[in-house]
């Protein structure tokens, strides 16, 4: 079936650009939760799993967050910082599973996260970036 836009093909480097920005916001947001509003029950849930010395793991895990998100929303370092933000969501996925207390996401915010950060791991950083394919 033929395309029912071709025009808007040319639009396609907007694409990755724009999944870049919501990704890069949404983990700044994120990390910056850690730092308030949530972190007593990400304290409370790292502690519940064992995962000692809780409160600088908290902290850690924010600010890899706020400073991915920044790279993010740059376009510094993009496919490294989305290749860590895969990690990361399997990985707070995993904590707010296991721990109900702290469960404030679903797995559907999960899913759409890990599937943008996917989506810019393999297209790149897209227009507006430091980032330049070679």
Do not use: C
Request: glycine residues 6%.
């Amino acid at each position: 079936m033929l395309n029912p836009f071709p025009e808007l093909l040319s639009f396609s480097p907007l694409a990755p650009f724009i999944l870049r920005l919501v990704l890069g916001l949404i983990f700044l947001d994120l990390g910056i939760l850690k730092f308030r509003s949530e972190r007593s029950r990400w304290v409370k849930s790292f502690e519940a799993l064992h995962l000692n010395p809780a409160e600088l793991l908290v902290i850690i895990f924010g600010l890899i967050e706020v400073a991915g998100g920044v790279l993010l929303l740059i376009g510094s370092w993009t496919q490294i910082a989305a290749l860590v933000f895969v990690v990361l969501v399997g990985l707070e996925f995993f904590v707010e599973y296991k721990d109900e207390s702290v469960l404030k996401r679903d797995f559907v915010f999960y899913l759409l996260v890990l599937t943008i950060a996917i989506s810019i791991l393999l297209s790149g950083a897209g227009a507006f970036a430091f980032d330049i394919p070679l």
